[in-house]
C-alpha cells in the first residue's frame, strides 16, 4: 500500500492507497512530521518510504490536484474519487459512499443521512461513521451537521475549527439556528470586531479531568471555579489579529477596543489591509490614537505580511508553538506574550502557559501556597516555580491558565 505526504494551503496532507483506490486521507496535524507519523499509523505502514510522484498512478496525482486546489477554495467534485473501503464495515462503508455525494456548498443532518441508505433511525451509528471516516474531505464528513442546527463533530486535529475552516473554503458556514451553510458574505465592521467565539480545537472535559487528577491544590481551585468557559476567538486573520493586539497593548479593554474601532473605522468596507495601512499617513494613524511606538509597529506588521513573512492563519495551524513564537516575534512591539496570546485565545492550542503574565502569578499566588505558608499581599511567585508547578499540567496548561486568571475575579481562598 503505498502512501504520500502532500503540501496544501491547510497544511500538509496525506494519502494511502491500494489499486483498487484510497484507504485514507490524512489531514494536517501540528507539523509535517506529525502528520506524516499520523498518516503511518492509520495505514499501519511504519517503514514503508513514500511514493514519487513519478511512481504514482495517475488517478492518485489527479486526486492530489484535486484536493489541493479544494483547499486552496476552489470547490472540485470529488464524488469520483475511487475509494478502497474493503476493510470498513458494510453499514459504514454505504454510509460513507452516500456521504462521498453530499454536493460542495451544501449540508445534511446525520439523519438525513442514515434515511438515504435506508435506515432512518440509526442517526446515531451514521455519527459513528463519520467519527471513524477513513478518508475526510474526499468524503466530505464536514458537511454531515446535526439536527437542529448544532455543528456534530469532527475529529480530525483542530475539531470544529477544522470543520468550520473547511466548509468556508467551499464558500459556506454554518448559519446559526439551523446548521445549514449561508453563503459566505463580506463581514461588517461590527462583525469583524467582534466576530464571535468558536468551539475548542480538543477536549476542554478531558482536560479538566486530566488537571483534577494532576494536581489536586489546582483540583480544589476548579471546583470552586466551576465549569470551563474558555472559547476561541474568530479572526479574519494573522494580521488582523496581530494589529488587534497591538493596539491593546498596555491599555484597558474599552479604551483599546475604541481606538482599535477608530482605525478599522479609516479603511470603510474594505477593512483592515496590510497594504493600504502601509499607504496611510501617521498622521491618520496617530489620529485615530494610535501612540507614535503602535504606529511604526502596525506599519512593520503591514510592511511583513506584504512581503510574505507573516504566516497565514491556516500556515499557523500546521506549525508548533515555539515555531509561530520565533515567526512572529520577529515584528516591532510583538514580544513573546502577545504570540502566547494567539496561540491560546485564537489558535486555542492547549499547552499554552504565559510565564511574564502578571494575572498568571497574582492567580497563582492566590491558589498555591508558598511553601507551608501563603504569599502575602503584593507577593508573586518567580518563574521557576511556576514552570515546575505547570509541568503537572502537560499538555493542557492552556485550560491550567484559565482557571489562574479566573482566581482574580473571586476572594482568595481561606
Not at 507539523?31 to 503511518?40: K, M
Not at 486546489?69 to 475509494?83: A, N
Not at 443532518?109 to 461513521?129: D, K, N, Q
Request: overall charge positive.
Amino acid at each position: 500500500m503505498p502512501l504520500a505526504v502532500f503540501d496544501t494551503p491547510l497544511g500538509p496532507c496525506g494519502l494511502a492507497w491500494t489499486d483498487a483506490g484510497l484507504t485514507c486521507v490524512q489531514l494536517p496535524e501540528q507539523d509535517r512530521a506529525t502528520t506524516e507519523a499520523r498518516l503511518r499509523d492509520r495505514a499501519g505502514l511504519a517503514s514503508e518510504p513514500l511514493a514519487s510522484p513519478r511512481s504514482m498512478p495517475a488517478w492518485v496525482k489527479d486526486a492530489i490536484r484535486r484536493l489541493r486546489t479544494h483547499l486552496e477554495g476552489v470547490p472540485q467534485d470529488l464524488s469520483r474519487i475511487p475509494l478502497d473501503l474493503q476493510g470498513v464495515a458494510a453499514f459504514n462503508a454505504s454510509v460513507l459512499r452516500a456521504a462521498q455525494q453530499i454536493p460542495s456548498g451544501t449540508t445534511t443532518t446525520y439523519g438525513e443521512l442514515a434515511a438515504s441508505v435506508g435506515v432512518p433511525r440509526a442517526s446515531r451509528a451514521v455519527g459513528r461513521a463519520m467519527a471513524t471516516n477513513p478518508v475526510p474531505v474526499v468524503v466530505p464528513c464536514h458537511r454531515v451537521v446535526a439536527r437542529g442546527g448544532g455543528a456534530g463533530g469532527f475529529s480530525a486535529w483542530g475539531g470544529l475549527l477544522t470543520k468550520e475552516k473547511l466548509l468556508a473554503l467551499e464558500g459556506s458556514t454554518l448559519r446559526a439556528g439551523d446548521g445549514r451553510p449561508a453563503a459566505a458574505r463580506e463581514p461588517s465592521l461590527q462583525e469583524s470586531l467582534f466576530a464571535g467565539t468558536r468551539a475548542l480545537p480538543f477536549d476542554g472535559e478531558a482536560a479538566v479531568r486530566h488537571l483534577t487528577l494532576a494536581d489536586p491544590v489546582l483540583a480544589k481551585h476548579i471546583a470552586r471555579i466551576g465549569p470551563l468557559r474558555l472559547h476561541v476567538d474568530a479572526s479574519e486573520s494573522t494580521f488582523h489579529a496581530l494589529a488587534e493586539s497591538i493596539v491593546y497593548q498596555q491599555l484597558t479593554a474599552k479604551a483599546a477596543a475604541t481606538i482599535f474601532g477608530r482605525v478599522t473605522a479609516l479603511y470603510g468596507r474594505g477593512g483592515l489591509d496590510p497594504a493600504r495601512v502601509l499607504e496611510t499617513p501617521d498622521e491618520l494613524l496617530r489620529g485615530a490614537g494610535l501612540s507614535g511606538g503602535k504606529t511604526a509597529s502596525l506599519k512593520d506588521l503591514a510592511a511583513r505580511t506584504t512581503r510574505g513573512e507573516i504566516p497565514s492563519l491556516g500556515a499557523l495551524a500546521a506549525m508548533d508553538d515555539e515555531a509561530i513564537v520565533e515567526a512572529l516575534t520577529v515584528v516591532r512591539g510583538i514580544g513573546r506574550w502577545t504570540v502566547e496570546m494567539l496561540l491560546l485565545f485564537r489558535l486555542g492550542r492547549p499547552d499554552v502557559l504565559p510565564l511574564a503574565d502578571y494575572g498568571i502569578k497574582k492567580g497563582f499566588a492566590r491558589v498555591f501556597p508558598k511553601g507551608r505558608t501563603k504569599y502575602g499581599p503584593g507577593e508573586l511567585p518567580d518563574v521557576e516555580t511556576l514552570r515546575r508547578r505547570g509541568e503537572r499540567w502537560r499538555p493542557y496548561r492552556s485550560v491550567a491558565s484559565w482557571y489562574l486568571w479566573r482566581a482574580l475575579e473571586i476572594a482568595p481562598a481561606d
